[in-house]
């Protein structure tokens, strides 16, 4: 049976090879399996930190016709928000502070650990981002954390020179990282924490203006998770992001 997987090839250096043969053999693997997942994990990141979601002009018109379309009560969003009265409700998400063991969290996933562990601490000082975290009552350790930044939805720009009533953007949140430590996963505190984010975007658009929040899932079974909150798939995205509406979540309780 062949392998029908695709492939890419790189090319580099002599000197080059020599320092990723010597950084896999202190990882335990093979140069070709450390390569693969370095790229992928960087490429992981660089995906949860996109802020602008682009629209084909194509599309443009169709797209805001969604975004005018009347608002509407969405199930899953309901019952995202009325389970929180009904189950042990986990401590309170807090703002991340400086004095917070990341470097103890291990979500299983490379991508979202390496970036609460470098990055997480780095953006929330320079207002680029906010993260928020659950932290066990008892030992202080971080169980989950969820971060959120201003984005917005534009329209894709035309080869020819812009006209000038060149559509104003869609103002939004994007809900970039949200993970749950391997030892407390399955508990429903990434549940708590994608509520919070949903709470916290109602409370963004009260104050300042805001259409959407939206996410970046890395793989079918993070799609599910959204998609079981009500997030549904932007439409006309061509990367597939997925989005709840502001006016949806307040339709649904929210």
């Known amino acids: 049976m062949t392998d029908a997987s695709p492939m890419l090839n790189v090319r580099v250096s002599s000197s080059e090879l020599d320092i ?44 805001a016709a969604w975004v005018n379309s009347p608002v509407k009560y969405v199930p899953a969003l309901a019952q995202t928000y009325d389970r929180r009265s009904r189950t042990a409700e986990p401590p309170s998400p807090r703002p991340l502070a400086a004095a917070d063991d990341r470097y103890a969290f291990d979500c299983g996933r490379d991508s979202l650990n390496q970036w609460f562990w470098r990055h997480a601490w780095e953006n929330q000082e320079a207002r680029v981002s906010g993260t928020h975290v659950i932290c066990d009552t008892a030992t202080g350790e971080v169980i989950g954390y969820v971060a959120l930044a201003a984005s917005q939805i534009e329209r894709a720009r035309l080869p020819e020179p812009e006209p000038s009533d060149r559509p104003d953007p869609v103002p939004a949140l994007v809900l970039g990282q949200l993970a749950v430590d391997r030892r407390y996963q399955r508990k429903g505190y990434g549940r708590s924490l994608a509520l ?21 899932p890395l793989d079918d079974g993070v799609r599910v998770f959204f998609s079981h909150l009500g997030f549904e798939t932007l439409p006309y995205d061509p990367r597939r992001c997925m989005a709840v509406r502001i006016g949806d979540l307040r339709q649904s309780g929210f």
């Open 20 to 63: 990723l043969a010597f950084a896999a053999g202190q990882a335990g693997t093979s140069p070709d399996d450390y390569v693969r997942r370095k790229a992928i994990e960087a490429a992981e990141i660089d995906v949860l930190e996109y802020r602008l979601v682009t629209i084909p002009a194509a599309d443009w018109e169709n797209f």
């Open 196 to 216: 919070f984010a949903m709470m916290a975007a109602v409370r963004f658009a009260e104050d300042i203006g805001c259409f959407c929040m939206f996410t970046h």
